[in-house]
């Protein structure tokens, strides 16, 4: 099943330049057809509970893939080859949290193709949230997600596509490259990522969606949805056919 594999990592201003332009690149070889990298910015609720995800970390890539079980295992097999000199070097300063989750719906700009290809060039931005949602109330919520915020926030000019998620697996990897797979019965199940054509979040669309029967019921309480966000600026994109392009 296709999804996404996204990293977040803590990276001192001494390996920042070193990840990004050396580390990154020999990840693009892990059955991803595309890679976004960015950085945490202001989101208007940075300093509420609600403001940061559960990975913490500033720097975050979003791996789009084919198949995501596959993909877990490339990444296992890639974590246990790490050169030495890496893993006693710049890595030595950093954290990862990485999750892997699978697609389950998704609403698209018809002009957007965004699967390997060039135009994901024109994500200025990535809006991350992750959510979890009260059991008993999980079919109905899901059905006003579907009908009603899914349309609504995709309907916004700015918005590229937006996509829910399933959490698949998740892993925490220490600054001596220690791995630890987390539980996820303690994690949030679901996540939304919606690529923007904009630095700014789609306001026109958001008093919208908080304007419609239902919204305030399911989350603005935190209880029936408990849920999180986070806003990211895009530092840099791969695509499958880049290097040739740039080539040529």
């Not at 059955?31 to 940061?52: D, F, L």
């Not at 109330?137 to 997600?145: A, D, I, T």
């Not at 700015?158 to 791995?179: E, H, N, Y």
Request: hydrophobic residues 40%; glycine residues 4%; proline residues 4%.
């Amino acid at each position: 099943m296709s999804g996404v594999v996204c990293a977040w990592a803590s990276l001192p201003d001494e390996v920042l330049e070193w990840y990004e332009t050396e580390f990154l690149p020999q990840q693009r070889n892990v059955e991803a057809q595309h890679s976004i990298h960015c950085e945490v910015t202001a989101s208007g609720m940075e300093h509420e509970p609600v403001g940061k995800l559960d990975a913490a970390w500033p720097f975050l890539t979003v791996y789009e893939v084919k198949d995501v079980a596959q993909t877990n295992r490339e990444i296992d097999i890639a974590s246990n080859d790490l050169p030495e000199a890496a893993k006693s070097g710049p890595l030595k300063h950093v954290n990862f949290d990485v999750r892997s989750y699978r697609e389950v719906k998704r609403w698209q700009n018809e002009d957007f193709e965004g699967n390997g290809s060039a135009d994901i060039e024109h994500i200025a931005s990535i809006a991350a949230m992750e959510w979890t949602i009260d059991e008993a109330r999980e079919e109905e919520v899901l059905k006003y997600y579907y009908e009603v915020v899914g349309p609504t926030i995709s309907s916004s000019p700015d918005v590229l596509r937006f996509r829910l998620f399933k959490l698949d697996r998740a892993v925490v990897v220490d600054r001596d490259q220690k791995r630890t797979f987390l539980d996820s019965k303690g994690l949030h199940r679901y996540f939304t990522l919606v690529e923007l054509e904009s630095e700014e979040w789609p306001w026109d669309v958001v008093v919208d969606i908080a304007e419609k029967p239902g919204w305030a019921e399911y989350f603005e309480t935190q209880t029936v949805v408990k849920w999180q966000l986070s806003h990211y600026l895009t530092r840099s994109t791969f695509w499958e056919h880049k290097e040739k392009s740039s080539i040529s």
